[in-house]
């Protein structure tokens, strides 16, 4: 796949790869999204803004030039925006590759930050030299300006020219609680919004601290996404509650309305209030809220394809990856996407829905349309 | 007299209703309000209003000072530095806003150049005073409801409503002269006004455009520099008849 290194949220020209229930991948043009919806489906997306989470500064006890990025908090309580985790990296910025950042200096508990016009104070090391948790000075008010003005949407090096706000802002995005984009969203603006209403689509939101991609070192990346904290109001928990009475699809916009709507639907209901998503889904996770997802392209080994995997056969997302590969698709925030349908589990498989007879129809199916696009096995 | 966004409605009959103290005050109790222009004039009427109603305000405005002080003397209220006519401000703004508030039901679009000072015939207005009136009152208030759509929406689902009230002018109607570089800016917002509240119909979002009369502030001086203030309305009368207004077109609420 080719990276993305435009800050285009809806190119004209982006593409979909679709792959169905039983496994047929198709190409389409993402645009207008609603073709690939359903009269009485609801659509979920993440709509947290994105903070300017990277700030620059000074580790008081050295001296050192860092770069700090905040990576996660414990609730999205309104004053709770004191204590963060972050990933710290030595001098530089996102110019440079994160694997290729210098350490940060050796960081202690206690230590004192100069972040432009706010402070902090390191109060753990978490278990790695980069990752730490830290506390900001001063009230939530100040705390919230400081922010404002002097950090920088997290940005990699595959962008070279700097991010501004509304690049990592998706149309929807309200409360500013992503340390990244929740970037699946950027599909969706008010002309789509527009049209699911019109084929009578159901839309509503989560609001999840979607954490950082990437830490630039392998051992830690092993240790994504970590614990993020998510929101979903009575409303969203009844229009769930509804579809699926009426036989509707719940069709998540990003892996981080996955995770939300799996962790508050662990029960098998959806509970609605505040949580923090602490599981990590993979091929062996049982979905049991969610049919559809919308996501980016994503390349094996990320915690982000390993989310998908629980939608679909590891068989299949290899051809996936294959026609991603073989079809110049673009990848990282602002790429191409691609939307998975769970798949129709076989009756050995456990949490499966279709029975023996469904299933043979599904095979005859698959094989009309292996004919048409060439691409089911 | 306060009037919706009718292109048929008058806006020029300014003090027939005025707000009688005796009329029953509508509660915004809980809600997130934001008002651009919040440390002075009607803006800082508009602030104590909404506070005195319940509400949690996040006030804009350009001086620090003014800012830390009017919000450091109203408790409940949160200052935030920021100048609308420049885009960087823009998401700085919004985010300490929704950041602050936790979400956002409420937005007041108040803050308002008034071209020239002292007024000026058009074809003595100096180009940049015109660009500026129109990055105050027009891309301003474009810009800031863009990047708050969002979280308004996402009030309006959860079914506590989304209102944005653009304060508009008698002069957005009428052609009076020496009012150019103003009345054309707020003719602009009024009527960008009435084209997002259609757009926005289904998601819940209104967008009011009301004229809140001529009354004795730090504008209305610099606009009429002789004017006598007992023929002026008063800030806080209008205050309360905005703030109604905004109250009247957000879903009734059962918990108030």
Redesign the interface.
């Known amino acids: 796949m080719i990276a993305a290194s435009l800050p285009r949220q809806r190119p004209p020209d982006a593409k979909l790869l679709m792959v169905d229930a039983s496994g047929c991948i198709s190409h389409n043009p993402r645009s207008p999204f609603s073709q690939f919806l359903r009269p009485g489906d609801l659509v979920i997306a993440n709509d947290a803004a994105t903070l300017p989470a990277s700030v620059q500064g000074v580790h008081l006890p050295t001296g050192g030039p860092i770069e700090v990025r905040l990576a996660g908090r414990r609730s999205l309580r309104v004053r709770d925006v004191r204590e963060f985790s972050a990933i710290v990296f030595g001098p530089g910025d996102f110019h440079m590759r994160t694997e290729d950042r210098p350490a940060p200096p050796r960081m202690m508990p206690g230590d004192r930050l100069a972040l432009g016009p706010l402070s902090a104070t390191i109060k753990e090391l978490l278990g790695h030299p980069r990752l730490v948790s830290l506390c900001f000075e001063g009230s939530a008010d100040e705390i919230w300006g400081g922010l404002a003005r002097h950090g920088r949407p997290i940005q990699y090096a595959h962008i070279p020219a700097p991010l501004a706000p509304w690049d990592v802002w998706t149309p929807i995005a309200g409360p500013p609680v992503a340390f990244e984009p929740p970037s699946a969203g950027f599909t969706l603006d008010w002309q789509a919004l527009a049209e699911m209403h019109a084929k009578a689509v159901r839309f509503a939101t989560v609001t999840h601290a979607a954490g950082i991609s990437s830490t630039g070192d392998p051992e830690l990346d092993l240790r994504l996404p970590f614990d993020e904290p998510y929101r979903i109001s009575d409303a969203t928990a009844v229009a769930i509650r509804r579809t699926r009475a009426d036989g509707g699809r719940i069709v998540a916009v990003g892996t981080t309305v996955v995770r939300a709507l799996e962790h508050a639907g662990r029960r098998g209901v959806i509970q609605p209030g505040e949580g923090l998503a602490t599981q990590r889904i993979g091929s062996r996770t049982p979905l049991r809220v969610v049919d559809v997802i919308l996501s980016g392209t994503h390349e094996p080994g990320t915690s982000h394809y390993e989310l998908l995997r629980a939608f679909t056969s590891d068989a299949t997302l290899r051809r996936a990856t294959d026609e991603l590969n073989s079809h110049a698709y673009r990848t990282h925030e602002f790429g191409d996407s691609v939307l998975i349908e769970r798949m129709r589990r076989t009756p050995t498989d456990g949490h499966h829905r279709a029975g023996a007879k469904r299933l043979a129809k599904r095979r005859w199916r698959r094989r009309i349309f292996t004919t048409v696009k060439g691409s089911c096995t | 007299m306060i009037v919706q966004s009718d292109p048929s409605a008058p806006i020029v009959d300014r003090n027939a209703h005025p707000a009688r103290s005796t009329d029953p005050v509508v509660p915004l109790a809980g809600l997130r309000v934001a008002i651009t222009g919040g440390t002075s004039g009607l803006g800082l009427a508009l602030v104590q209003e909404c506070l005195a109603r319940g509400a949690c305000v996040a006030l804009v405005a350009r001086g620090g000072e003014r800012v830390q002080r009017v ?1 450091r003397e109203h408790r409940g209220s ?4 920021g100048d609308v006519s420049v885009k960087d401000d ?7 806003i ?7 039901d409420v937005l007041i679009n108040n803050a308002s150049d008034l071209g020239p000072t002292p007024l000026a015939l058009l074809g003595d207005t100096a180009c940049e005073d015109v660009e500026r009136a129109l990055a105050t009152n027009v891309l301003g208030p474009f810009r800031l409801t863009k ?1 708050l ?3 308004l ?2 009030s309006a ?3 506590r409503g989304a209102v944005v009230l653009n304060i508009s002018s008698d002069a957005a109607l009428n052609p009076y002269p020496l009012w150019g570089a103003y009345g054309a800016s707020k003719a602009a917002l009024h009527h960008l006004t009435r084209i997002w509240n259609e ?1 926005l119909v ?2 819940g979002i209104h967008l009011l455009s009301l004229d809140p009369g001529d009354m004795d502030t730090p504008m209305h001086a610099l606009a009429v520099p002789g004017a006598d203030p007992a023929t002026l309305k008063r800030p806080e009368v209008a205050a309360r008849e905005l703030a109604d207004s905004v109250a009247a077109a957000l879903p009734v609420r059962a918990d108030v």
Do not use: D, F, K, N
């Open positions: 919000a949160h200052g935030i530095v823009t998401y700085p703004i919004a985010m300490q929704t950041g602050e508030l936790g979400g956002l990047a759509l969002g979280a929406a996402a689902r959860e079914g757009e289904a998601e």
